[in-house]
């Protein structure tokens, strides 16, 4: 069965570096979601990211620090305005 996100918003943790994994995971989320929301505790790098895929695909970045098992209701909350969703 094939990756897909069709229609839906991928959210990617750790997308801050220009060289990272967050940021080749995102690159390909890219390509198959709707949107994707960046984010890491760099800010500047999560934006630069995301501006270089907002020429594919709807992209954002967002700063936020991960302390909590469970980060995932805040950090969509945020997100969520951003995406008009």
Request: overall charge positive; proline content about 7%.
């Amino acid at each position: 069965m094939p990756f897909r996100l069709d229609g839906r918003v991928a959210l990617i943790t750790g997308a801050g570096s220009e060289h990272g994994i967050g940021r080749a995971i995102a690159t390909v989320f890219a390509r198959r979601a709707r949107a994707s929301a960046l984010v890491d505790v760099d800010a500047a790098g999560a934006e630069h990211n995301a501006k270089q895929l907002q020429a594919s695909a709807e992209a954002f970045g967002l700063a936020a620090t991960l302390p909590t098992p469970s980060p995932s209701k805040p950090l969509s909350s945020a997100s969520r305005p951003l995406l008009a969703l």
